[in-house]
């Protein structure tokens, strides 16, 4: 199993950016697919998560500025983050439960005038 993240970067706040994660070694259209961050100093914490019929789920702090997403014949999901928040600043990880959890390399989202 792998994944691959990217897309993230230095943005103001209000901005916007995507991250694409690209998975191999499973079958992708089968698994929940989830977006998890982690803070400076914090915990991880889960972000959203898309289910293999394609439902989504937010964290409340994230809810109408985010949206994941996933496009099963190129075995990718997506975070479209909108109106970016200074907190928002994270290294966001992609992860699959398959067996066990798997996780991306993560990508450094950083909000910053």
């Known amino acids: 199993v792998q994944l691959q993240a990217s897309g993230g970067g230095l943005v103001q706040p209000g901005g916007s950016l995507r991250l694409s994660c690209a998975a191999s070694?499973?079958?992708?259209?089968?698994?929940?697919m989830y977006w998890v961050r982690q803070a400076p100093g914090k915990q991880r914490e889960l972000v959203a998560h898309i289910t293999s019929d394609g439902v989504t789920y937010y964290v409340t702090s994230v809810k109408g500025r985010f949206t994941i997403s996933r496009d099963n014949a190129k075995n990718t999901v997506l975070l479209q983050m909108n109106s970016l928040k200074p907190e928002d600043t994270a290294v966001y990880y992609c992860?699959?439960?398959?067996?066990?959890?798997?996780w991306g390399q993560g990508t450094l989202v950083t909000v910053s005038s």
């Open positions: 992860k699959v439960y398959f067996r066990r959890n798997y």
């Open positions: 070694g499973f079958t992708f259209s089968s698994y929940w």
